[in-house]
């Protein structure tokens, strides 16, 4: 069994050598394939011409970039000489470039482009000890001349390439040597967090704590050789991170796209891609363009899809209690609950049936005629979104894990997908749902999940002293999100356990399951919730700029612009009233839950500010950055 990635990723190779492995855009935009022999043999030149320049095992490397063929070639590379990794994507800051490579004690940086050099030359004085870069794409003469007055050496892509090709002529065996010293618990990356809660952490993760969870994944949702994975999400994160292994475990194949609308949807059609890996804002986008060219179609277009859409939710509320794909949180009868639900299940069935060839087909041909399933990660996916996918027909497994878990903890099963959790807990891992005195909760009782298995991190790269605030010394991780399990071992995600809201009179909020039911308004795109220590809860609306116009053109509304459309008494009454139906006892919140004051933004929340790149709220960043909203939300009347 293999030790390292790079063995595993060998082993593939050996297997199928001229299956495709990439599909990758040229200069014109068309797909072009890289075999697993041309992927291994680009991974052994690359990591020749590294050591040429004196990158060695347990350096830790710095690697800037997006996601792209190259990329996972320097990945690959890195590891079967035993080195590590250090990722971002570009858009990262100059600051956090800066924090990432010094506190890592980076020698060499793997750069994609000009821009991330300049972001380098603006905080040089902070790293003293980076004195090597490499770079994908090439950069302007005085740049490299500034770079070089800096005393840093700058080698091209392909010169590092080519140096390492030459070498191979001679040592033909020096990839596969190197990668057969290493060992499972080797440092592989260092991946730092995003820093929702403060400060990035270096997440230290291990070829095993990957390797553990491809060893099983694969079986478990039914990935087969050749198939196509379409990848759009930053790679330096440790859930695109794990695909790409578990695409090369099962011998299928990554097509790189951008999470673009256009580009997306036009690359689907290219490559006819088995499954779409998300994060859950772009499933919302999707939903959301539908709706979008739902609302511009004629009056009969719009009636038969709402008329559908509802049969669809009924059918599908109805085939997943038949199926027992509903959490059980309290016992009750399989027998009884089958019977309750046979009958409307059979007289909707030929109405959802009819529903698919008029309007879900039509839909579903947008993600490919070969697809299979969307698999979304990286944050809660919406009870709104979750609920349309399913009622037309398109599976998605809803995925749930950590950074310092490598990161997947569970994942819905293909073969029976429970809606509303995020599966059970896989193999090897043990999970606990903890009370607030510690004590350990049974299914259906709310709690902060433990988990402890193979995955967990090593640790936090040079702070033992977080590592043991998560940490504990049997190896138990507190995840500080809070879930329950139900009666068959599913999990529930219900909030933060951080992120919850304390009022003056003592009552608990988790804000998450709030924001997710006001994103569902057509008229609301982002929302936080606030209220800690305050006398009520109040938020920051973001709205749907193209749905508030759109009712504005509807309605005569006069403005002069959008900021001043969203200063409109009518504007705010109609948000008030979207949020007073939306966060309401009939929708299962309590009358403490209730929103009592808002403010409205014109400008939606952005990565690297107010979200992170996993687009989770970044909390801290809010709090501070809307310190005079938010004073105003609170100042007594």
Known sequence: ????????????????????????????????????????????????????????????????????????????????????????????????????????????????????????????????????????????????????????????????????????????????????????????????????????????????NFLHQTDYLPGLIGVNPGEIFLSVLPVWHSFERILQYLILQCGATIAYSKPIGSILLADMQAVQPHWFPSVPRIWESVKDGIYKNIRQSSKIKRVLFGFFIGIGESFAYFRNHLLG??????????????????????????????????????????????????????????????????????????????????????VRLKTHPVIGTVGPIHKGTEIKIVGEKGEILGPGHKGVIHVRGPQVMLGYYKRPDLTARILDKDGWLDTGDLGMLSYDGEIKITGRAKDTIVLRGGENIEPLPIEQRLAESAYIQQAVV???????????????????LARAEENSIPYNDYETLLQLPVVKELIDSEISSLISPKNGFKPFERIFRFVLLPEAFQPGRELSAKQEIKRHAINQLYKKQIRWLFAKD
Not at 369 to 381: D, K, P, T, W
Not at 530 to 548: H, N, S, T, W
Request: glycine share 10%.
């Open 530 to 548: 606030l209220g800690q220590d305050e006398r009520f809860l109040a938020a920051l609306i973001v709205p749907k700029q193209e749905g508030l």
């Open 1 to 208: 069994m293999a030790q390292t990635i790079a063995q595993m990723f060998l082993e593939m190779t050996a297997k199928q050598p001229y299956a495709v492995a990439q599909l990758s855009k040229d200069g014109d935009g068309v797909f072009k394939p890289t075999s697993y022999k041309e992927l291994k043999d680009a991974a052994a030149s690359f990591a020749a011409g590294l050591k040429a320049i004196g990158v060695s095992r347990g350096d830790k490397v710095g690697l800037i970039a997006d996601n792209r063929k190259e990329w996972l070639t320097a990945d690959l590379a890195l590891l079967g000489l035993g080195a590590a990794d250090v990722p971002r994507g570009c858009d990262a800051t100059v600051q956090e470039i800066s924090y990432i490579l010094s506190w890592s004690e980076c020698r060499f940086a793997i750069l994609e482009n000009e821009r991330q050099l300049k972001k380098i030359l603006e905080v040089r004085s902070s790293m003293p000890q980076l004195d090597t870069l490499i770079l994908f794409d090439p950069a302007d003469e005085p740049t490299l001349q500034e770079v070089k007055i800096q005393g840093i050496t700058v080698y091209p892509y392909p010169a590092i390439l080519e140096t390492g090709k030459k070498y191979l002529t001679d040592h033909p065996d020096f990839y596969e040597a190197e990668a057969a010293k290493g060992a499972r618990g080797d440092l592989a990356t260092l991946i730092y967090t995003s820093g929702t809660t403060g400060d990035p952490k270096g997440v230290m993760l291990s070829h095993g």
């Open 325 to 410: 794909r509903y959490p059980r949180f309290s016992p009750r009868s399989r027998i009884l609950e089958i019977v309750a639900v046979l009958v409307p299940f059979l007289l909707l069935a030929p109405l959802w049936a009819l529903g698919n060839i008029l309007v879900f087909k039509k839909i579903k041909t947008k993600l490919g005629r070969n697809f299979i399933a969307g698999v979304s990660g990286g944050g809660a996916l919406p009870g709104s979104v979750d609920r349309f996918f399913d009622a037309i027909g398109v599976l998605i497994l809803e995925g749930y894990g950590l950074t310092e878990t490598a990161p997947i903890l569970g």
